[in-house]
């Protein structure tokens, strides 16, 4: 047999056991001897013991006759061409060109549809092979050619499956796709089923994503007092300190942006929650409201708890949108970039730094408020080591009373001023944001695609697909949260509207 030019069933054999890697090796019949009990005899047929065994036993021994069945070839010309016939497409120009071998005029085929008037137009191209039709079609130059099946539209999604979805169609793009399509077949608007096939190719999708992502618009929260609503992150690991320490526990006042860090030696729940009790409630009161991200430590039921027991209202980011507790994070960057420059060598100091490195952010202006925290809290800048080397104007003395006064009527004109700054810079921001805004609009029922970029544990996250999906949009919560679910049996989850992707695949 001649495996160079292979054509039809072969050729398709061929190519599905290139999936497979193998290696294929003589064996001669002698070495076959464990299949010789199962196969054949040990002895002649003729043997008097084995036929007085099968007797006593009553065991018939039979000759079992099987036949070897080809299956029918679904490409073979009768088949593709029982399936042109069947297309009320190409039905028509079969019927013409078996009827007379001239061209039909427009009046002929005016009638048709705008396909049959497409090939209609590459009638001197078309041709009649073993009673297929066939699209010869000629290189620029006219000294090469190649015929080009005209495909039926039931033959298209196995087509496409094969040469894009394959191993050997490798999930390419539309146009090396395309280009392996018209190598072989022709049909109409080839062009807008490839395109449409790829964009819905789940692998593809999960894989790839979008090509534009989703951004939804920014979602403000107002806070117009001290401690009213309070955000808490956790920083590390960093190195093990000689006390023990290896996280940061940082606290953030939203409407003040007065900062707490504590060093922490490890970020259990328990750990976290006392913390926050005995460090920064025993000293601030309790807060209307926490915000955290959704690590475990945050989401327990440990901090559940005390958070029932004082009444605080606790909020929590979407998963893998740290966006939404930015200004922690913004903090974290400068705590770092801080750390960096005043730890020692070997880096196992960095919880004796803390102290003086809040010294300086509380005594340093906000750009939000256009105060520093401490005046936003205190009334009044922190003195300084500087203060003591250079001098400083010594205070006003005044009574208590008259210092109440001042204190209050300097927190209403301070407050009134940062609030307004706030608002003024907040508005600037989200004015600024959503001229970025992109995306799908979504509504309840759509399917969506959702990225998830968690590494999975014994997997390689290069070889890893981000995408996961599809998706059921369940509820919009607002115009950036919305809750999800994957199948029925499967827990909803709110995540944000920027995490969501449009689903386009055969199960939408």
């Excluded at 036929?51 to 070897?68: G, H, M, P």
């Excluded at 705008?114 to 078309?126: D, E, H, V």
Aim: proline fraction near 7%; aromatic fraction near 10%; hydrophobic fraction near 30%.
């Amino acid at each position: 047999m001649n495996f160079r030019n292979t054509e039809g069933q072969v050729a398709r054999w061929i190519q599905r056991l290139n999936e497979y890697y193998f290696d294929i090796r003589h064996r001669k019949g002698s070495s076959h001897g464990n299949a010789d009990a199962l196969s054949r005899r040990p002895c002649p047929e003729n043997c008097r013991h084995c036929s007085r065994v099968e007797t006593k036993y009553d065991y018939a021994i039979r000759q079992i006759t099987t036949s070897t069945a080809t299956p029918p070839d679904p490409w073979s010309d009768e088949k593709v061409r029982e399936d042109q016939m069947a297309d009320p497409d190409i039905k028509p120009l079969i019927e013409f060109m078996e009827s007379s071998s001239n061209k039909p005029s427009w009046q002929d085929i005016s009638a048709y549809s705008p396909t049959t008037k497409q090939y209609w137009a590459l009638w001197n191209s078309l041709h009649l092979r073993n009673g297929v039709l066939y699209r010869k079609f000629e290189s620029e130059d006219g000294k090469t050619f190649r015929w080009q099946l005209v495909l039926p539209r039931s033959r298209i999604p196995e087509v496409l499956k094969e040469l894009h979805g394959s191993p050997t169609g490798g999930h390419f793009g539309v146009m090396k796709t395309l280009h392996r399509v018209r190598e072989r077949f022709c049909w109409g608007k080839v062009r807008a089923d490839v395109e449409q096939w790829c964009k819905s190719c789940d692998a593809c999708s999960a894989r790839k994503g979008p090509k534009i992502r989703s951004r939804g618009k920014l979602h403000r929260y107002n806070v117009g007092a001290p401690f009213e609503r309070i955000a808490f992150d956790i920083l590390g690991p960093l190195p093990r300190t000689a006390s023990g320490n290896k996280y940061l526990l940082v606290v953030m006042d939203y409407f003040t942006k007065w900062p707490e860090v504590y060093p922490i030696p490890d970020q259990e729940a328990p750990t976290v929650a006392e913390a926050v009790v005995q460090h920064w409630i025993s000293r601030y009161g309790v807060p209307l409201q926490l915000h955290s991200d959704q690590g475990r430590n945050f989401v327990s039921a440990v901090l559940k708890g005390v958070c029932e027991l004082l009444g605080i209202d606790k909020t929590k980011t979407t998963p893998l949108h740290p966006q939404s507790d930015g200004m922690v994070e913004r903090f974290n960057r400068t705590i770092l970039n801080n750390l960096s420059l005043m730890v020692s060598k070997n880096q196992q100091d960095w919880d004796q730094k803390v102290p003086l490195f809040l010294l300086a952010y509380r005594s340093a202006v906000h750009e939000t408020t256009g105060y520093s925290p401490s005046q936003m809290l205190f009334g009044r800048n922190l003195r300084l080591p500087c203060d003591l080397l250079f001098g400083r104007p010594p205070d006003t003395p005044s009574s208590p009373e008259e210092y109440v006064q001042n204190l209050q009527a300097n927190f209403e004109d301070v407050h009134h001023l940062a609030r307004e700054r706030i608002n003024l810079r907040t508005e600037k921001m989200k004015t600024r944001y959503d001229t970025k805004a992109t995306g799908h609009q979504f509504k309840e029922g759509d399917k969506v695609w959702f990225y998830n970029p968690t590494r999975r544990k014994g997997l390689s996250p290069k070889l890893q697909s981000h995408w996961d999906g599809p998706y059921t949009i369940l509820k919009i919560i607002n115009d950036v949260v919305i809750r999800i679910r994957k199948s029925t049996n499967s827990k909803p989850r709110v995540v944000h509207y920027d995490r969501l992707a449009p689903y386009y695949g055969h199960n939408s």
